[in-house]
């Protein structure tokens, strides 16, 4: 945002020998709202992540990773070291041993892939920020989820991060606080528990059904462009990666090019 009032410097008078001509140089200065730092366009990569279903979804309508999958899988190695432990052998406690190794590289495999996943979606949106519901806010809401499921957000964030600033991309979180009952559609912004049931988001004011994750993931996006607002930084500059286009701070929505 440029301002259309210029404030005089000083001049100073040029004489150019060759033409005769005289030049007067007067240097203005002008307001910006921006410094520098602050213009660079920012497009915003929101990310909702799962207990169950898909383990994250995108602003932009990526569904990444089998939450469930990874569930159960875990809960067939718990039994099988319980029924290990429970035949008390020696042999039985190198199994124990043997399985837990082989276990602790599946996990870590298959965030790999999902955090994989998430980078290259930002990449291809051009996003320089990937945010995150932070963890420490969101333990309420996930108190149901064990410590192994704690563990995988965790990791998965943290793998995200480890990928995204090879590509230049920060990684940051907001607040998750209604993110999941707000209505994400155009400027509707209405928030209700009732909008959500499982995985469907139905808005019980202006109608607009969406993907409860995917819809949580624009809500994320939202947040944090907001945030930058109010922090009076990147007026405008921060737009939000939606599945086709992009929605700046003030909800004027731009078309994707690709
Ligand atoms: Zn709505």
């Known amino acids: 945002m440029e301002s259309d009032e210029w404030a005089?410097?000083?001049?100073?008078?040029?004489?150019?020998?060759?033409?005769?001509?005289y030049y007067l140089h007067v240097s203005v200065t002008q307001e910006r709202e921006d410094s520098s730092?602050?213009?660079?366009?920012?497009?915003v990569l929101g990310v909702d992540r799962n207990v169950d279903g898909y383990l994250a979804v995108t602003s932009t309508g990526a569904f990444i990773g089998n939450a469930d999958l990874l569930n159960h899988k875990r809960r067939e190695y718990e039994r099988r070291r319980a029924r290990l432990q429970q035949q008390g052998t020696r042999s039985a406690h190198l199994t124990i041993q043997s399985i837990g190794d082989t276990f602790a590289n599946w996990p870590e495999g298959f965030l790999h892939q999902?955090?994989?996943?998430?980078?290259?979606?930002?990449?291809?949106?051009d996003c320089?920020?990937?945010?995150?519901?932070?963890?420490?806010?969101?333990?309420?809401r996930i108190s149901n989820a064990s410590k192994f499921q704690q563990w995988a957000f965790r990791e998965l964030k943290r793998q995200t991060a480890?990928?995204?600033r090879a590509e230049g991309i920060a990684v940051e979180s907001v607040h998750?606080?209604?993110?999941?009952?707000?209505?994400?559609?155009?400027?509707?912004?209405?928030?209700h528990e009732?909008?959500?049931d499982g995985n469907e988001f139905a808005c019980q004011k202006c109608g607009k059904e969406l993907h409860a994750d995917y819809n949580a993931a624009r809500n994320i996006a939202h947040r944090y462009v907001q945030n930058r607002l109010k922090s009076g930084s990147g007026r405008a500059t921060n737009h939000l990666a939606l599945k086709s286009g992009t929605v700046n701070g003030n909800g004027d929505y731009s078309p994707s090019t690709v």
């Not at 005089?8 to 001509?21: S, V």
């Not at 730092?37 to 497009?43: G, K, V």
């Open 8 to 21: 005089k410097q000083g001049a100073k008078l040029r004489y150019d020998r060759q033409t005769d001509t």
């Open 37 to 43: 730092e602050e213009a660079e366009s920012r497009t």
């Open 114 to 125: 999902a955090s994989k996943r998430l980078v290259e979606q930002a990449v291809s949106q």
């Open 128 to 140: 320089s920020v990937i945010v995150f519901e932070d963890l420490e806010q969101i333990r309420e």
């Open 162 to 164: 480890y990928k995204a």
């Open 176 to 191: 998750p606080a209604y993110t999941s009952q707000r209505c994400s559609h155009a400027d509707c912004g209405f928030t």
């Open 194 to 196: 009732d909008n959500r």
